[in-house]
């Protein structure tokens, strides 16, 4: 796993910007084959480049919703895609000039989409003269000149990420992404590009890339044991030093890691997951950090760096190609070198221009391909199924999901020791907007049950720390004075909490009063008509992501582990679609929790 360093010292990356460095760890004296230029003159010179930047591509090439089968569309009316972003970066680059101009990524490119998936699953990039993945294709064509790694990379597994990798004509970059065991880079730390300004005076711009330290937990299948992930300022504060002594007038970061300075994973690492406003405030040298993760936009954040007092300029473009980030730096001739002088930054909608037909035309066929695969019928519903309530109430929906994981763990582990314990299961709301249609069941509509690429596990828990975990998860609700109408748009999400981090239980009944503080809510915790002792033991048919400790639940990460596989949930579900070849809410829909408050039920 250890990085190819002879490779990398061997390799460039030419483009209208100019030439490449790009090192793993190459000592100052290795990069005199482009060295600073000390040029003199009357006058201080000045030259202004922009840097363009997006992040959390996830997929997301054309402006299409392979859910719904017609062309992305929300509340803002936003659109997504690549090809939409490469309309924008055209258009930067003719009012710049491309010569000054670079385009970089903060990861999260290759999972996401029923594109992403087909391509990693379906007909895999890694297969027997498999094909190039479409975003390494789209990403080429627009000239990108290098993209950091994000969490989701590693979702498919090492393989896909290296195979992605060699199809990319520009490097990615994870200076926290070291071998487990020699704690060496295992990616690409950095590039550094050279610009040419018409005095003649290269401006050298690196790019820095940090991943996401929680990947050790949320893709410790694929990457315990070979992957290790330290925290991004103490990697930071190793690598711009270098940076500079190597001649970079100018450090740009590409962070897959949020500005909030927080994490979902409690204490279960020493990093922090939203570390980008803590690098830039902590570790001197840095001009500009593009921000990705957290699926937020930032037109333009300044946080002073605590060393030397300087602003270093934080943005974040949103999600899926929404937002184009554009960093305009603007560079003086100071003593002998390039100095920064002012760095500005701004995001461009996509939903303002086409798509760019170069894009779109190149990777019609593989459209078409996943646009047929996720169409195809593989059963029938009895009725509709929406999870428009599924945060605040029991809907079928949700009981449909839970079904389905508890039936595979069943089956797991069927003739196993474990086999005489009762069988839970957890469900969240990945989308409020997911519905099964009565009638005709195809691959889309059970995809948007569950759009992450999580995978099955089965923990043991105690009754007690089933009540802790139940606790846990209903911190999500606001509390609520008895008394008086509910809006229930206003109960739910408390401080920050995503739906995707609500789990609600099946195979136990309980109630949630949402009128008493966090920690003594759940109440009427019941199995088989009995209350749950704290003693008993129970299976969970948990997803991975909480299992590894997305969220931060109690004990489930620690908990003991009797089954696993490799297969996504989503696939589970269509499968046991396919072999029984009907949906019927009769079979696994009941009302097991409710909302409360002092006893009277909220709905």
């Known amino acids: 796993m250890t990085f190819d360093r002879r490779k990398f010292l061997g390799g460039s990356v030419v483009t209208g910007a100019g030439v490449v460095l790009a090192g793993a760890g190459v000592p100052a004296a290795s990069a005199s084959a482009v060295p600073v230029r000390e040029e003199g003159g009357a006058g201080r010179g000045r030259y202004a480049f922009t840097v363009m930047g997006t992040t959390d591509l996830h997929g997301n090439v054309f402006n299409w919703d392979y859910a719904t089968n017609a062309e992305f569309d929300d509340k803002d009316h936003n659109d997504v895609g690549l090809a939409k972003i490469s309309t924008l970066v055209n258009d930067v680059r003719r009012a710049k000039g491309r010569e000054n101009t670079l385009l970089i990524d903060a990861g999260d490119t290759i999972q996401g989409t029923q594109l992403a998936y087909y391509y990693a699953k379906v007909d895999p990039i890694t297969g027997p003269h498999g094909p190039v993945h479409p975003m390494a294709r789209a990403m080429n064509t627009m000239g990108y000149d290098a993209a950091a790694l994000g969490n989701h990379e590693f979702n498919y597994g090492i393989p896909v990420l290296r195979k992605f990798e060699e199809s990319c004509r520009f490097p990615l970059l994870g ?72 001649g970079a007038d100018v450090v740009i970061v590409a962070a897959h890691s949020g500005a909030s300075g927080t994490s979902s994973y409690g204490d279960q690492l020493p990093y922090v997951e939203n570390a980008a406003a803590l690098v830039a405030e902590q570790v001197p040298g840095i001009d ?45 001739w100071r003593r002998g070198r390039w100095a920064v002088a002012s760095v500005a930054s701004k995001v461009l909608n996509s939903n303002a221009v086409a798509e760019d037909p170069r894009i779109t035309g190149m990777l019609r066929a593989e459209h078409a391909k996943v646009v047929a695969y996720v169409n195809r019928v593989i059963g029938k519903s009895k ?45 969240s709301c990945f989308s409020r907007s997911a519905t099964v249609p009565v009638g005709d069941a195809s691959i ?160």
């Open 383 to 427: 009725a509709e199924m929406s999870a428009a309530e599924a945060p605040v109430k029991d809907t079928p929906i949700l009981d449909f999901i839970a079904f389905v994981q508890a039936e595979a763990v069943r089956k797991a582990l069927s003739g196993s020791a474990n086999a005489s314990l009762p069988v839970l299961s957890q469900a």
């Open 175 to 246: 200076a926290n992404a070291v071998d487990a065991r020699t704690l060496r880079p295992a990616f690409r730390p950095y590039v550094i590009k050279r610009l040419r300004t018409p005095r003649g005076r290269d401006v050298r711009v690196a790019v820095l890339g940090l991943t996401n330290p929680g990947i050790a937990i949320w893709d410790r299948a694929n990457v315990q044991g070979k992957l290790a992930f330290p925290g991004l300022e103490e990697q930071a504060a190793k690598w711009v030093p270098k940076l500079r002594s190597m």
């Open 444 to 603: 889309r509509s059970m995809a948007a049950l569950y759009p992450f690429d999580n995978t099955l596990e089965a923990r043991v828990l105690t009754g007690k720390q089933l009540r802790e975990y139940l606790e846990f998860s209903a911190r999500y609700y606001v509390q609520t004075a008895p008394g008086g109408p509910v809006d229930p748009s206003r109960i739910t999400n408390a401080d920050g909490t995503p739906d995707y981090n609500y789990d609600a239980v099946s195979g136990v009944s309980y109630e949630i009063d949402i009128a008493q503080p966090v920690g003594r809510r759940i109440g009427k915790l019941m199995f088989g008509g009995k209350p749950v002792a704290d003693a008993a033991r129970f299976v969970l048919a948990v997803n991975n992501y909480r299992a590894s400790g997305g969220g931060g639940f109690p004990h489930v990460a620690s908990a003991e582990q009797v089954w696993s596989t490799s297969e996504e949930i989503r696939n589970l579900i269509i499968a046991w679609v396919e072999a029984s070849g009907v949906i019927d809410p009769a079979a696994f829909a009941s009302v097991e929790w409710k909302l409360t408050r002092e006893g009277v039920p909220v709905f």
């Open 288 to 332: 500009a950090i593009l921000v990705g993760h957290a699926h937020v936009e930032i037109p333009e954040r300044r946080v002073v760096n605590k060393a030397t007092g300087r602003e270093v300029v934080l943005s974040e473009p949103l999600k899926w190609g929404q937002r184009l980030t554009c960093f305009d730096v603007e560079v003086e």
